[in-house]
């Protein structure tokens, strides 16, 4: 016996159970899930009844599969313990117990259990005249003894097997062609259906809000209400939105999972993307391109908010920049002009008109910096002037060395800029 003892199993199995029990952790989160599977507007709840439609399809043919593959293997294996279990069954077993001894069991024919079990019988045996008894052996009693049952057997393998052929080709015609026709079918008007239904429908009163990729950040704009601002983007709830997609440098793709699906930003080429989020909240998206270092650090939020609070949003947006009240308020802002910032930035009311980064005059408005990778708190507003690079490899703003008075300065004013 060559088998494993069940026991020696254990460990694997505990190792399988472990990993599996890993694999399904990871699924798990306290914060709410920024997924499709938690649509907040009719056009991803559309795409979600998509991916449902997908998941459980797929998980009926999985287990149709799986069915498929372990019956052979059980079917295999208690065919091997049934021959360990009888041993006519096995022909070439035979021979290797036929010494001399054996002559007699084949006189008495099928009667196996006395040719093996009765000691006397083979002393007797053995006193018989060699010679014949080799004669005899090998003239009648393999036959007798292992023809027989291999006929039988043979003839029962022909019918298991002409069956066998029947099933296959029956599996292979309704598993491998017409089963996997019908369900790509079901699919693709499914899909067809979702994809006309998600796509962009003209409206009157609907939110018309420019979006133009950038390494690695959103520009932001609302051409009727004049509004410049970057990352975040915010709109009213229950009422339709639309957005312009482009790109100013590579090829990026828009995705807030909980609104709609992605849809790529590609230079000199405008994409639309329509939805109506039915629920307030603050939506994660991603950039869904890879588009160079920090492709992974552009994250962009939506925020649908009531809608008198969009409208006083709104109001403060379209303000030029606060003015600085305090004299160190004032100082940061010459610092900001003078010290390069003003160079890429843009805080309207001020000097500073540059487009090469995002628009500042509202930054103390918005929740998070840097294309949404950490919160808008001083300390990170310390950390992106002093060390860009520290917070987001790669991004394209160069560090500027001020000394500390000039920085708290710096930094006063920034934090006004509501
Ligand atoms: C060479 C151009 C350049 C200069 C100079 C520059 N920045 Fe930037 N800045 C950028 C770019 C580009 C980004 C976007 C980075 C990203 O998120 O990938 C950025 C991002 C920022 C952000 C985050 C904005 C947001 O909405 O998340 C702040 C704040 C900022 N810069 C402040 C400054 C200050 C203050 C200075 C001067 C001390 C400065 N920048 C100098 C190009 C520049
Ligand atoms: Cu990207």
Not at 83 to 101: K, L, M, N, S
Request: aromatic share 4%.
């Amino acid at each position: 016996m060559n088998r494993r003892h069940p026991s020696s199993y254990r460990p694997r199995i505990a190792l399988l159970v472990l990993l599996a029990g890993a694999s399904l952790l990871t699924s798990c989160t306290l914060s709410p899930r920024d997924s499709i599977t938690e649509p907040a507007s009719p056009q991803a709840a559309e795409i979600d009844s998509l991916w449902q439609l997908s998941l459980w399809m797929g998980t009926v043919v999985w287990i149709i599969v799986m069915i498929l593959v372990a019956v052979p293997i059980l079917r295999s294996r208690r065919h091997r313990d049934d021959e360990q279990r009888d041993p006519e069954h096995v022909g070439p077993q035979g021979p290797g117990r036929t010494d001399g001894t054996r002559s007699d069991g084949a006189g008495r024919g099928d009667d196996e259990g006395s040719v093996v079990a009765d000691p006397t019988a083979d002393a007797e045996v053995a006193t018989e005249p060699p010679g014949d008894v080799r004669l005899d052996h090998r003239g009648t009693a393999p036959g007798a003894e292992l023809d027989e049952p291999m006929i039988t057997a043979d003839v029962a393998d022909h019918d298991e097997a002409q069956v066998d052929e029947r099933v296959r080709s029956r599996l292979l015609w309704i598993g491998g062609i017409i089963g996997p026709a019908i369900i790509l079918l079901i699919l693709l008007m499914a899909s067809g259906r979702v994809g006309a239904l998600t796509a962009h429908v003209e409206r009157d009163e609907e939110l018309v809000v420019d979006v133009i990729g950038h390494m690695f950040w959103w520009e932001v704009s609302y051409p009727e209400e004049d509004i410049v601002t970057a990352n975040e983007i915010n709109v009213p709830v229950d009422r339709p939105v639309r957005l312009n997609l482009t790109t100013e440098d590579v090829i990026h793709s828009f995705w807030i999972p909980r609104v709609h699906g992605k849809i790529d930003m590609i230079p000199g080429h405008e994409n639309i993307l329509s939805f109506e989020p039915t629920e307030t909240g603050r939506f994660r998206g991603q950039c869904a391109e890879y588009c160079g270092i920090a492709h992974a650090q552009m994250v962009a939020f939506l925020e649908v908010m009531e809608p008198d609070d969009y409208d006083e949003w709104v109001e403060a947006q379209q303000a030029d920049a606060v003015e600085p009240e305090t004299p160190t308020e004032e100082v940061g802002k010459e610092v900001f002009i003078e010290s390069g910032c003003a160079a890429c930035h843009a805080v309207r009311g001020t000097e500073a008109v540059a487009e090469v980064g995002p628009d500042l005059t509202n930054l103390a408005s918005r929740g998070s910096l840097a294309a949404g990778i950490v919160p808008n708190t001083r300390e990170n507003l310390e950390e992106l002037i002093v060390d860009p690079w520290g917070l987001k490899p790669g991004n394209p703003m160069p560090p500027t060395i001020l000394d500390d008075d000039e920085l708290e300065a710096l930094l006063d004013y920034l934090e006004v800029l509501e």
